[in-house]
């Protein structure tokens, strides 16, 4: 037997045409969206002030399997894609384990992670409709970077609502979203209705990722020529992530191999979604059983802790309700580490696959153990992964220590989002041991249940 590669790439021509839409499989729908102030199910019209228009279709579609990639659109991917394939030999072997792991890296570009696969779709069909201008909002700033590199490739204006602790700890992360042209805002601000609300409330609130898209939706349909855009979540960003498990595949297939378990960390869905797609595909059809684990922290545990509901998308109560799992959007996650997992929602597609049993587990990690399986990883494997990728990290090292025990050989593939270097600060807490593991309370959760619209 020839021995697999360590790192499998696909040539440029490989590149997938199109990207895979999994509700096309899926045999029931996701309850639709409804829109905030009829309670009816929204339309492509409804959403057109607020996302462009060919974005609001990619939103409601549940019918069309293959949706193609515009050549733009791949001309950019061929800059940082194909990504890599990675077989962890150093990992299995510092593990003992029998278990074959890949992973597949989205770290290889300046922003860092995955959210480039779908800033560059949404920049495009904007640019491509005739606008100025984008907001959105940005947590731990992954998306606002890889957001502020799309628009300045196409042209366009871009304002980012950056989280104002966020905005703090990561100063470095700021000034590459201006080196792009992006103009950074810490929020809540007084630039809108929803920031000076919540700041008349909450003086010295840090900020929360739902306030901060409460303010970028706010403005985007106060300016002309402006659109909103949002980095996970919804349907049309998965739709684009699905670039992820289509390489993934395709790949595996080169090396006649197929993943037994398939592991990601959740914040928003995106890149989980993106990543079993394919995969997913194969066991709504029938043709595989893979075993799905979505990762979530343990101090923002929609998916293990949350309720299944509708649920508006933002802290001001300005964006379409969806059915998710949801820990509110009242909710504030205390600060933890991995900013891109704080999100109180979950994308509806892994939200009803969850609820289905399609997605077979979810499992909620505490930071430090989080933490360990980072530096473990970095120092065996090279990368210095983000913390929201090493919430992958360590399940899939649990899943393979599993198999030591057990001696069974499976395949375990998990995605790995990003790179960490903005992450030091975390590092460094975890290095000197402040770093603690918060775990909201019951009492805390109910809070924000308490706080979602009553709709069945
Ligand atoms: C944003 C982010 C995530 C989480 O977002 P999803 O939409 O759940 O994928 C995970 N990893 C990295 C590196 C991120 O930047």
Not at 181 to 203: C, H, M, N, Q, W
Not at 386 to 407: F, M, N, Q, W
Request: hydrophobic share 35%; aromatic share 10%.
């Amino acid at each position: 037997m020839t021995k697999i590669p360590y790192k499998t790439y696909l040539s440029e021509n490989e590149l997938p045409k199109a990207w895979y839409n999994v509700r096309a499989d899926m045999k029931e729908q996701h309850a639709p969206m409804l829109h905030p102030g009829t309670l009816q199910p929204v339309s492509v019209a409804d959403l057109e002030p607020v996302f462009c228009t060919e974005l609001a279709k990619q939103e409601l579609d549940e019918t069309n399997r293959y949706i193609e990639i515009p050549e733009e659109i791949r001309n950019f991917y061929k800059m940082y894609r194909p990504s890599p394939l990675v077989r962890a030999y150093c990992l299995e072997e510092a593990l003992g384990t029998p278990a074959h792991i890949y992973y597949k890296f989205e770290g290889n570009n300046t922003s860092g992670s995955h959210k480039l696969n779908s800033a560059i779709a949404q920049a495009y069909y904007a640019k491509e409709q005739g606008l100025k201008s984008l907001t959105t909002e940005t947590g731990a700033g992954q998306w606002g970077t890889a957001l502020s590199m799309a628009c300045g490739y196409f042209g366009l204006d871009l304002r980012v609502y950056m989280v104002k602790v966020s905005a703090q700890q990561k100063p470095y992360r700021k000034a590459v979203m201006e080196t792009y042209g992006a103009t950074v805002i810490p929020s809540p601000s007084d630039t809108t209705e929803a920031g000076r609300k919540i700041l008349a409330e909450f003086p010295d609130t840090n900020g929360s990722l739902g306030c901060a898209i409460s303010e970028a939706v706010e403005a985007a349909v106060a300016t002309d020529k402006c659109r909103y855009v949002l980095g996970s979540v919804l349907n049309q960003v998965l739709l684009h992530q699905s670039i992820i498990g289509l390489e993934s595949k395709a790949a595996m297939e080169k090396l006649e191999e197929y993943p037994d378990v398939i592991i990601g960390c959740a914040g928003g869905g995106s890149n989980l979604g993106g990543l079993i797609a394919p995969f997913m595909g194969d066991k709504l059809t029938g043709k595989a059983n893979p075993y799905f684990i979505a990762v979530e922290p343990a101090s923002c545990p929609s998916l293990t802790r949350g309720v299944y509901g509708y649920d508006f998308c933002d802290t001001g109560k300005v964006t379409p309700l969806a059915k998710m799992y949801t820990l509110g959007s009242g909710f504030m996650p205390s600060s933890n580490h991995a900013g891109g997992l704080r999100y109180h929602g979950m994308s509806p597609i892994v939200s009803k696959l969850y609820h289905d049993g399609y997605l077979d587990e979810a499992r909620a990690v505490e930071q430090t153990k989080v933490f360990e399986a980072a530096t473990q990883f970095a120092k065996v494997e090279g990368i210095l992964p983000a913390p929201e990728s090493a919430h992958a990290i360590r399940v899939a090292i649990d899943e393979a220590l599993a198999c030591k025990e057990t001696g069974e050989e499976k395949t375990i593939l998990f995605g790995l989002t990003g790179t960490g270097y903005f992450d030091m600060a975390a590092y460094m807490a975890f290095h000197e041991g402040s770093m603690a593991d918060y775990i909201p309370t019951d009492a805390e959760l109910q809070k924000g249940f308490a706080g979602m619209p009553k709709i069945d």
